[in-house]
């Protein structure tokens, strides 16, 4: 490169990313293709508009690029073009959840989503993003006893709110979601059912975790966390009478968005190809394999895990455990110090502030890909109980 300043910033986070243990749940390591995909020349051409319907000349390879993301897409998830839609331009899961409101429901029109302390995500109507903003965002939370989702409570909240949209996903919930509970909750009470699998997608496409396309009527995914792609987004929707895909694809562009970062598309294509293999169903079950080993070490040391254990590649630590231990800001930053990287996380119910809250969030997607097994998990329980312990 010509540019030292920058080259020598991108060498640097390389080794550093080498050299850390990476817990960070959301986060994964992509192939050498997918950087390919990333840094060619496909981030030259504007491209608004979607394939054979572009503003702009010179799309005739851009428009194979993107079919051929828009196929692999639906092939991965055993989807029938003619039952599902599916568009790749959402430059990542924050654009992706806010085109299908916009698209889907009238502005003030509430959408009812996990709260952000049981492990929702902030696009999921809170109020510090703009979709708590513009619709009215309720929130449900989870049984105090299992911390997990009360499925009869839920019904009831969405008997007496009567949401246009329910959201089922999460950003730090370890366990299955139930989608048949969720359709039967969205159908008794006549909202639209949004999945955003973001966090399990790439489980999902391993076969590892339970599938939302039987029931859901649009999904959302980021691509960058379990699936294994560049940082960018897909939004598939149930082609039928109500119009949903004609809609969104609309609220993407031109609602939202200007050019699609045709790039990180043909990325995103390498992605979906990469894990529609049997090399990928063996990774998604060796995640959680590991997670469930990670989780099931550190309670073995007295650590106190939400829900008791994961069915995920995500774990949640309690830390603080009512003021026993160490606070997870605190448990993050001496993590750091021995090169394990986590993020601390509110744990359900927590009495602590969001900034310096009661638990660790990690997750088993990028070790994974470097190769970690069952006895990594167990040697890392211990690296982490003894750090923590200090
Ligand atoms: N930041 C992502 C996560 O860590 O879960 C969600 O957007």
Redesign the pocket.
Known sequence: MKDKEIEKLMRRERERQAKAVNL???ENIVSADVLAALGSELTNKYAEGYPGKRYYGGNEIIDEVESLCQKRALDLFKLKPTAWAVNVQPLS??PANLAVYSALVPIGGKILGMSLASGG?LTHGQKVSFTGKAWKGISYGLDKKTERINYDDLLTQAMIDKPHIIVAGF??YPRKIDFKKFRNIADLSGAILLVDM??FAGLVAGGAYPSPFPYADVVTTTVHKTLRGPRAAIIFSKRDERGFSEKIDKAVFPGLQGGPHMNAIAGVAVALGEANTPAFKAYAKQVIKNAQTLAAELKKRGWRIISGGTDSHLILVDVWENGSGISGKEASERLEKEGIIV?KNAIPFDTRSPFDPSGIRLGTAAETTKGAKEKDMVKLAGRIDGCLRK
């Open positions: 960070i749940a959301s899961g924050s995500h950003t730090a973001s966090h993020n």
